[in-house]
């Protein structure tokens, strides 16, 4: 009430924020006939005055107007649309560094072209992101009309290209991409040894299209580069037999005072189904360790079996096929639960994704080891300036402005939004519920207006299909498993008679046109004629060529899209008298966000349209998080299973439920950020060392430094102050030494002598003979070489430390939570230790550079075919030191194969199991 009363008298702050630009969107506006009257060879000219004027020191705000007007401009002569003041409006929010929230249909894919062309022209690289390939390649495309028109270079990163395609992706003004291949190229940027291989070029600004899918809704799950690991085990195999085997109960929620097991003592494991987590009952308990022939499971030496249970029971108890994942070419593929995509190449970690694999009967992958990782939090965050722009973000702001420091502006409509969003009806049961749905469709169906149903689930969407199957309805069905006809099914939901059933309407990315889309009907014409996609890309495109065969197509396209045009003008006319398209939810999601885009593709651009959901109380949301006061009003009221209702008392209802799943949602993304926070300080040092040896630093003052650091390490462990002498370990000292900084008779002292002894001494001494030895090798070697060297090293140590290091990690995470049965902050032990592992991490790979430094040798021709013989018996080959070729570790010949723990063959100075037997 006090707010409304606020907001009446001083406004709501996306109204203010607007007020304030408005003179800035007025000037734009006011260029409009300056820009008309120039000739296409001005107005290309305009890009290299507007770069002069910047270097001349004027700021990006100072030439905003001239820049966005310019580039409206260009807009209006490439592509024929003129972009409207709440278009300008949502570009300079952009500018900003804010989020601008355009309902759909508004055009938010030509609004980022004005922030994009200005901050472009600083010659840093703009990024364009992305939720999936498709959308990237078809907005960049497009885009790159314009942008080259005005002299700008677009290109495109996706995955497949090589590093060579990649970089000159990133070399361009404006890159499009998606937000998974660009966090990846980080990563990958960050494992390079050779600074010609990074292929981004810098974090200056980003504008994420569908900001709320990228930065809220795949913000749970971090990005992980991973390699391969141990050959996976039996154990998967065993653990799925067993869980097949189980009696589990599915309960809402388990009451930490009841005794559980005692409770359910019938069953084998409990299903929570509001945390998503599976547990074995002591009769599980019983089962597991009959089955497995052990006595205790919780003993430390079953922890792996008690690991594999675990996660196969979670398997079958949590994770649902055509839900959680999709079984395709013999693969596992998760399901994005946001957006119904699939999502290639994430697999779930912690072998969760291979107990699927065992339950679904396809081939159990190796177990992966991670490489590198970073949450989407921390890599939108290495950009100087971060926007977005989305349909729905209100709802999040809280978030948004906790996490990345964004600010959300709403942004109006083009013109007033008339669509009709009835109330929510609510049924007792599911199949009253699709009932109803199904004779909705049909009635509206009969008529002709367009429908467009929303599902949860690919489930649900099948089922669907069936029931209108039976009724004889003809529809389309956009699902993951439909995942490449995407566009064309959406683009055509607009026209007369269609119903299209579709999974998580998630910004889609095309416009549903009534009537149809006429742009599509052209491409798939002339798919028909037998263009193929490369040359439907050209025909579309805005780029000077004299290529004959491009120009056919190009007049092919321009006269079936007017073709299209035409015919469709009527039969969009006829949609909107019937009340446009009608938009169904047949359940309500989690968020409300999710709930708000689905209804969104109705009313786009002042065009009529209608929305409404079904509901029924056997919904997970409904069932898990807020039917009982609806179930037991029901009841009192003795509604039948066929009767729906519609009062206040529902929509409080299920609106209070999305509040409570938004909120522990959102603790969990917050709760994986502040476990990466540590990650994310720790991978900012290594990364910045790495990217100093990159540059061609000089590293041998540095490595000296680590070279001196162990020494004194070392001489402090063995030979600590403040402590008789008789016991030191002088004998441990001059054995972890022995063969790679002295000599047999070297750092021997008498009985006397030790008593007078100072570490000190000690320290100078081994000092002495480091530098000694690293001077020889450097007249030996030649100095240049020798530089390539101590990078090579380094860089090598750096990475397999900090591999081995985040392996570390994700363990002590994984046990780290259990602290808090110990009153303790699990985030704040797991801070401490992390940094005392970090320590740990530093210290080795100080004392390993310094080992391999004082022991590389150079490899001379005749002794190749032994290194080959040592790759042979060993399964693995040894590394180079040099990056010329001629500077090698000296193999030693070995006939039998090491142990994990002895010295490595290769004679870097390591154990085997972290040197060539890592990957055994």
């Given at each position: ?6 907001t ?23 260029l409009?006939?300056k ?17 002069g ?5 004027e ?21 024929s649309?003129r ?6 409006q ?12 355009m ?31 498709y959308?990237?390649?078809?907005q ?18 996706l ?44 974090h200056?600004?980003?504008i994420?299209?569908?900001?709320d ?16 690991g ?15 085997s ?61 690991h ?43 072998g ?57 502006v ?30 909705d ?18 489930e649900?969407?099948?089922l ?6 039976a009724?004889g ?9 439909f995942?490449e ?7 055509q ?18 416009d ?10 052209a ?14 890309a ?14 056919e197509a ?13 015919e ?10 019937l ?30 349209g ?67 926070e ?7 040092i290594?990364y ?9 630093e ?9 070279i ?16 008789p002498h008789?016991?030191?370990?002088l ?41 000694a ?9 030649t100095?240049p ?14 990475d ?32 401490l ?23 590389v040798?150079?490899?001379?021709k ?22 010329d070729?001629?500077?090698?570790k ?31």
């Amino acid at each position: 009430m006090a707010n409304g009363l606020l907001t009446k008298l001083f406004g709501n702050y996306s109204k203010r924020e607007l007020k304030r630009i408005q003179p800035l969107v007025d000037q734009v506006l006011g260029l409009e006939d300056k820009y008309k009257q120039l000739s296409d060879e001005e107005l290309k000219a305009q890009t290299g005055l507007l770069k002069g004027r910047l270097e001349k020191g004027e700021t990006l705000d100072d030439i905003l107007t001239d820049a966005f007007a310019a580039c409206r401009e260009a807009m209006a002569r490439v592509l024929s649309i003129r972009l409207f003041p709440v278009q300008v409006q949502g570009g300079i929010i952009l500018h900003q560094g804010r989020i601008a929230e355009m309902k759909t249909g508004e055009g938010k894919t030509f609004t980022l072209a004005l922030p994009a062309y200005l901050n472009a022209l600083t010659g840093k690289g703009v990024h364009v992101v992305t939720v999936n390939e498709y959308l990237a390649k078809y907005q960049g495309e497009m885009m790159a009309r314009v942008f080259n028109f005005m002299g700008m270079t677009v290109g495109l990163a996706l995955n497949g290209m090589s590093s060579q395609e990649k970089k000159a992706a990133y070399a361009c003004d404006i890159t499009y991409g998606t937000n998974n291949e660009m966090g990846f190229d980080y990563l990958r940027d960050n494992m390079v040894t050779y600074k010609e291989r990074k292929v981004q070029r810098g974090h200056y600004y980003a504008i994420v299209d569908e900001v709320d899918s990228i930065l809220i809704d795949e913000a749970r799950t971090p990005l992980i580069i991973s390699g391969q690991g141990a050959k996976a085990d039996d154990l998967y195999g065993r653990a799925n037999a067993f869980a097949r085997s189980l009696k589990p109960i599915r309960v809402k929620e388990t009451d930490e005072k009841e005794d559980n097991d005692e409770l359910y003592k019938d069953y084998d494991y409990i299903v929570n189904e509001k945390r998503k987590t599976c547990s074995l009952t002591r009769r599980g308990v019983k089962k597991a360790e009959e089955f497995f022939g052990i006595e205790n499971l919780t003993d430390p030496d079953n922890l792996k079996i008690q690991h594999h249970v675990d996660q196969a029971i979670k398997a079958w108890g949590i994770m649902h096929r055509d839900q959680d994942y999709v079984v395709k070419d013999g693969e596992v593929i998760i399901v994005d639960e946001f957006t119904g995509r699939l999502m290639y190449g994430r697999r779930y970690n912690e072998g969760l994704h291979q107990a699927i694999e065992a339950k679904e009967g396809v081939e159990v992958a190796r177990e992966s080891r991670t490489l590198a990782t970073i949450t989407f939090q921390n890599y939108f965050r290495l950009y100087d300036k971060l926007s977005g722009m989305t349909g729905t973000a209100m709802t999040e702001q809280e978030e948004f402005s906790e996490i990345y420091k964004l600010d959300v502006v709403e942004i109006p409509t083009n013109r007033p939004m008339i669509r009709e969003d009835c109330p929510d009806v609510v049924y007792k049961t599911q199949q009253a519920k699709f009932q109803a749905v199904i004779n909705d469709i049909v009635e509206h169906h009969q008529k002709g207006q367009p429908v467009l149903v929303g599902t949860i689930t690919i489930e649900k969407s099948e089922l669907l299909s069936k029931l209108l199957k039976a009724r004889g309805v003809k529809h389309e069905v956009l699902n993951a498993k439909f995942h490449e006809k995407e566009a064309q099914i959406v683009a055509q939901a607009g026209r007369k008679g269609a119903v299209t059933i579709a999974t998580n309407m998630a910004g889609r990315g095309t416009d549903i046109l009534l009537g149809g889309n006429a742009e599509f009907m052209a491409k798939a014409e002339m798919r028909k004629m037998g263009y193929d996609e490369e040359m439907l890309a050209e025909a579309s495109a805005y780029s000077h060529t004299e290529d004959e065969a491009i120009l056919e197509a190009r007049k092919t396209f321009a006269e079936l899209n007017k073709k299209y045009k035409d015919e469709i003008a009527p039969e969009a006319e006829e949609v909107r008298a019937l009340g446009g398209l009608y938009i169904i939810g047949t359940e309500r999601h989690e968020s409300r966000r999710i709930d708000n885009q689905l209804r969104g593709r109705a009313g786009r651009q002042g065009d009529p349209g209608k929305s409404r959901f079904y509901i029924s109380l056997e919904d997970d949301l409904m069932r898990l998080f807020g039917g009982e006061r609806l179930q037991g009003f029901m009841d009192k009221m003795k509604i039948d299973d066929d009767t729906p209702i519609e009062a206040g008392i529902v929509s409080n209802s299920i609106e209070g439920a999305q509040r409570k799943v938004e909120s522990r949602n959102f603790a969990i993304r917050k709760n994986v950020l502040q476990y990466d926070e540590v990650m994310n300080s720790q991978r900012q040092i290594i990364y910045s060392q790495r990217d100093q040896v990159l540059n061609g630093e000089n590293m041998k003052e540095q490595i000296q430094k680590m070279i001196y650091g162990a020494i004194e390490d070392n001489v402090k462990r063995y030979l600590p102050e403040n402590t008789p002498h008789e016991d030191w370990d002088l004998p441990g000292l001059r054995e972890h030494y022995m063969g790679w900084l002295i000599g047999p008779e070297e750092l021997r002292f008498t009985k006397s002598e030790v008593e007078d002894l100072e570490p000190e001494h000690v320290v100078t001494e081994l000092k002495n003979r480091a530098d000694a030895i690293y001077a020889a090798k450097e007249k030996e070697f030649t100095p240049p070489i020798m530089r390539e060297v101590e990078r090579v090293v380094l860089l090598r140590n750096v990475d397999q430390e900090w591999m081995d290091h985040i392996d570390a990690m994700e363990q002590l995470q994984d046990g780290i939570r259990l602290r808090a049965y110990a009153q303790q902050d699990p985030v704040v032990e797991y801070r401490l230790e992390g940094f005392d592992m970090f320590d740990s991490m530093i210290a080795a790979i100080r004392e390993n550079t310094a080992k391999m430094m004082l022991t590389v040798r150079l490899r001379k021709k005749e002794e190749a075919p032994q290194r080959e013989q040592v790759a042979k018996e060993t399964g693995t080959s040894s590394a180079a030191a040099a990056g010329d070729g001629t500077v090698q570790k000296q193999p030693v010949k070995k006939q039998k194969k090491p142990g994990r723990n002895d010295p490595c063959p290769c004679g870097s100075g390591l154990k085997y199991k972290k040197c060539c037997g890592r990957n055994e």
